[in-house]
């Protein structure tokens, strides 16, 4: 039988198959040998691979494979236009299963970015309402989403410290109350958990600071007023007489008309004026080392109630 027909048809078109050993004789397929007589084992290197011949001047391609076991050479003879036409059958076939995944991959990317979208944009749109921040929306949202709650959460710290500034003056009216005998709006237990006071000791006593004088020149260097440098010397007596204070006894600052006071929860069985003298001594030196600050105390007798 012919290999090919004058048409270029034949059974080489469809692939034709032979069998040579390592000695280069055929097991099968000697019409197809005839054909390419100059086909060589050693031209077949490798366990696999393809080369081109031409047969009545029709190209070709030489497909093989060789055996594991025996070293047998299965070699595939195909006409060149079969053999690209298939193979773009096949291209044809991998881009359109490509294409198909990139619909398919957009489609679901499409989907799940829209529904992962909509919770950012109902928030994007709550903080717009509610928060008039000056970002770029437009060009970033989770850009947007943090400036809003850093606002947010700088709004939320001033608010914090006016209302611990509000509790602190609420809480020295409180005492301030309590040491000219006033009557409270609320009761007195309900008021001092509000303030967080707590007396641990049966007695009280009263302990009043007065500010003799302040030295100027200490106080030179800060960049405010005299009234403001005044209130700046009053927080920090406070501060140091409440933790002198609370070392041995329970003490609460506040101020009344214009004169520092601490009301001192303490228990009366031992010598109370003569240890509040030393940590008025105590207080007093620390002051006027470290703040050029003058003060004068006086304490006043025991009390057993409010």
Known sequence: NDILDNNGNGAANEGNVLVMDSNGDILSGNEMKKALPDLDYQELKGEHGSLSKTFEKKKMIVSYTTSQVNGLKYITITQESVFWEKAQMIRNIMAGGLLICFALGGFLAFFFLRKNYNP?????????????TEAELESNEYGFIQQAFSKTLEQKEIIRLKLEQQNKALKSNFIAALLKGRETSAPIQELMGAYDISFKYSHFTVMAIYIKYLNEDFWEGYPSTGIQKYGM????????????????YCGYMSEVDDMLVCLINMDCGGDYKTELRDLADEAKAFLEQNYRIGLDFAVGSPHESF
């Not at 950012?120 to 008039?132: C, D, N, R």
């Not at 010397?233 to 041995?248: G, K, M, P, Q, W």
């Open 233 to 248: 010397s009053r927080f920090i007596i406070t501060n140091v007489i409440e933790e002198l204070i609370n070392r041995s």
């Open 120 to 132: 950012l944009k109902e928030i994007v749109a709550y903080f717009k309402e509610k928060v008039h």
